[in-house]
């Protein structure tokens, strides 16, 4: 088991930045890919990044490239979402997850969830 608990949502105008964090605890961290993953109101869970066990690849959708980058500290059992220039479009809750496949982008080839935590965008 894996356990993921998110931190860091918040109100934020558009134009701004805020920085997710991802604490990660239970089996080893080090064998799992992890994905960062958004749900707005009424919509279904969409696929934002992606990060490999040694974060060396990362990917993103074509929505926030650009705009948001992913990162882990392995020996901490952390993953981050830096989010910069965000717009009203950006709000939902963000969801970390992990999977011991790497280049997944599909919500349900993840395994083990966080809560979530929420994003509000103001224009």
């Known amino acids: 088991q894996v356990q993921l608990v998110e931190s860091g949502g918040g109100l934020v105008q558009a134009g701004g930045s805020l920085r997710l964090s991802c604490a990660a605890s239970?089996?080893?961290?080090?064998?799992?890919?992890m994905g960062w993953f958004r749900q707005a109101p009424g919509k279904e869970r969409e696929f934002v990044a992606g990060i490999s066990w040694n974060g060396g690849s990362t990917n993103y959708a074509d929505s926030v490239k650009g705009r948001f980058t992913i990162s882990r500290e392995t020996a901490k059992n952390m993953v981050y979402l830096q989010m910069n220039s965000l717009k009203p479009e950006d709000t939902a809750v963000y969801y970390c997850?992990?999977?011991?496949?790497?280049?997944?982008?599909?919500?349900?080839?993840?395994?083990?969830w966080g809560q979530g935590t929420t994003v509000t965008v103001s224009s």
């Open positions: 997850a992990a999977k011991n496949l790497c280049g997944l982008r599909r919500p349900q080839d993840y395994d083990y």
């Open positions: 239970g089996r080893t961290f080090l064998h799992y890919c």
